[in-house]
């Protein structure tokens, strides 16, 4: 059987194996003791140097594990933390219903035809109207009786004298259709170059004058 070498024994083995080392509280070690009795052994053997080394590495270690617990010691203790008044309110207590209902097999059927009754009434496409075509027979009848009252009110805005009128005077005492009238008619005679429509900036009235008896100076 092979010896282990002396430093591998006890007491001095906790220098040279590092979990044991921090397993063991720094404050159970006789470091004095360790090392007076190392150091006898390695004068009896030879001092190998490697093996001093790593005994006084230890010892340091030892040391300062024993200084950081000493300055724990000393550190004040914290104080404790406020606690936030904080409201918490009392849980709700959930309703119970304490009354029971029956339902029959046929308020079922009732209910489940209505339910697929209105879910086809959602899935029908209302169908799209074409266009109608337009009657133009009716629009040009209408053009055709727009262009006759337009001249008949030609005719009278000659008789009054060509003008210039206001547009005020001439639909007075009249309804709002008419009114409607009147200016269509006045618009279609401008855009057939018979009258003249101007209006001032600082007025609502429009002067409406007739063009075949403007007199060129």
């Known amino acids: 059987m092979v010896k ?8 001095w083995d906790l220098l040279f194996k590092d979990k044991k080392l921090n397993r063991q509280s720094p404050w159970s070690i006789d470091l004095v003791y360790i090392l007076t009795t190392l150091l006898e052994e390695m004068n009896k053997v030879g001092i190998d140097f490697r093996i001093a080394g790593t005994a006084i590495n230890s010892s340091v270690i030892i040391y300062q594990k024993k200084a950081e617990l000493l ?20 849980p709700l207590n959930l309703p119970f219903r304490f009354e029971f209902t029956t339902t029959s097999v046929s308020d079922l059927i009732t209910a489940l035809e209505k339910a697929l009754t209105e879910e086809r009434r959602k899935s029908m496409r209302v169908p799209i109207l074409p266009m109608p075509i337009p009657d133009f027979l009716e629009f040009d009848a209408y053009r055709l009786e727009v262009e006759e009252r337009a001249e008949d009110l030609f005719q009278r805005l000659i008789g009054m004298g060509g003008g210039p009128f206001s547009f005020f005077d001439l639909i007075e005492d009249r309804s709002l259709l008419e009114v409607v009238r009147v200016f269509m ?6 855009q057939g170059d018979k009258v003249d429509l101007y209006q001032d900036e600082e007025e609502t009235d429009i002067k409406v004058k007739v063009k075949e008896l403007v007199v060129d100076e």
């Open 71 to 90: 300055l724990k010691l000393e550190e004040p203790p914290r104080p404790p933390m406020a606690k936030l008044d904080v409201y918490v309110p009392p």
């Open 185 to 190: 008619m006045l618009l279609f005679l401008a």
């Open 4 to 11: 282990k070498p002396y430093y591998l024994r006890e007491p």
